[in-house]
């Protein structure tokens, strides 16, 4: 799937979200990542954990507005994949850069090797994300199918 004309849709699968319940950034985290690895996407959880992890201690990947898009690359994985979490309470504390709490995350990995394909995907991910009205529709939607469809409508 990796050129340069893949859109963001192309990533976002009904089972690759989840309405996630956890109350802390490393639960979520945790929990995106056990979902990566249940589709088979990920094989080494841990490894991958630890590199999200320490790509969050350099600076935080809550970009404010309540979207957070942990991710990491790794040369053993072979192409990008984006797990959707959204948040159902009142968000979590992320450090995101406006103080605000997080609802929607987006959690991405890739091959290490495909730097201008990884920023690609990353501002064709913001650019849904900038508009309020995509924001709350994710909020909103009762089910993966309507994500995806959210996704596909923009």
């Known amino acids: ?8 849709k192309d990533y976002i699968r009904q089972e690759t979200i989840e309405f996630v319940t956890s109350e802390t950034r490393e639960e979520v985290i945790e929990q995106l990542i056990s979902l990566a690895h249940r589709e ?9 954990y630890q590199a ?10 809550g970009l404010g507005m309540g979207i957070a898009i942990p ?13 959707v979490g959204i948040h159902r309470g009142q968000g979590i504390e ?13 959690l991405i990995g890739g091959p290490q090797s495909m730097h201008k394909e990884y920023l690609q995907l990353l501002s064709e991910l913001t650019q849904v994300l900038k508009l309020e009205e995509n924001r709350q529709k994710i909020l909103r ?5 309507s ?8």
């Open 94 to 106: 992320w450090n995101a850069i406006d103080g605000l709490k997080v609802k929607l995350i987006f």
């Open 1 to 8: 799937m990796s050129t340069l004309l893949t859109k963001i």
């Open 71 to 83: 991710h990491a690359k790794m040369k053993q994985l072979e192409d990008f994949f984006v797990i």
């Open 141 to 145: 939607a009762k089910s993966q199918e």
């Open 147 to 154: 994500v995806v469809n959210i996704f596909h409508s923009c």
């Open 52 to 61: 999200i992890i320490q790509r969050e201690e350099m600076v935080s990947t």
């Open 40 to 48: 088979g996407i990920l094989s080494d959880k841990e490894e991958f």
